[in-house]
């Protein structure tokens, strides 16, 4: 107890019938470091996060659902008239993905800039483009007749008026 300055009142606290605690702890205090130069300047030059409230947050989800759901109506127009794939090779829907994504970065840090909303019509397209090639290329494939024909179905039949039983005995000769 000489240590900590308390030595004069060790003799009380013995008497007194009190257990004997160390109170080194007390005297160990650290002040916790101040921020170095460095992180002042970080802390400067960082904008001000603005708060976001639920009527916030909600109204903007809504505006980036009501894009995704324009985003898909235009695609579906697209996709009826003329589909999706320039020469059957380039896929629409991923070149626009790619196009808004880099209008998102080249708004970003405007004030009134529309980042945000280019960055969600960019991530509708992407969602788009990726169904779209994944459903294409898990489709399954059903052989005929020595050609191999995509299938239009969830059955896996193709879109032929003869049944596929019928077909099958067919060319095993039954």
Known sequence: MADTGLAVYSRV???AGIPYQSYAPLAQYQAPKPPSL????RQLLAP????????????TGMRHNLEAGAVAALLG?????FGLDIKGKYPVDGILAAFFYALSVKEAGKPDGYSS????????????AVFRKTSDWAKP???????????DSMSGHTSSAEDPLVAAAKRHGL
């Open 13 to 15: 606290i013995q008497q």
């Open 38 to 41: 460095w992180d002042g300047y």
């Open 48 to 59: 001000a996060p603005e708060p976001t409230s639920h009527v916030q947050s909600a109204v």
């Open 77 to 81: 127009v697209i996709h009826g008239k």
């Open 117 to 128: 909303d280019l960055r969600a019509i960019s991530q509708s397209l992407t969602s788009v």
């Open 141 to 151: 494939s059903v052989a005929t007749t020595g050609e191999t024909v995509k299938t």
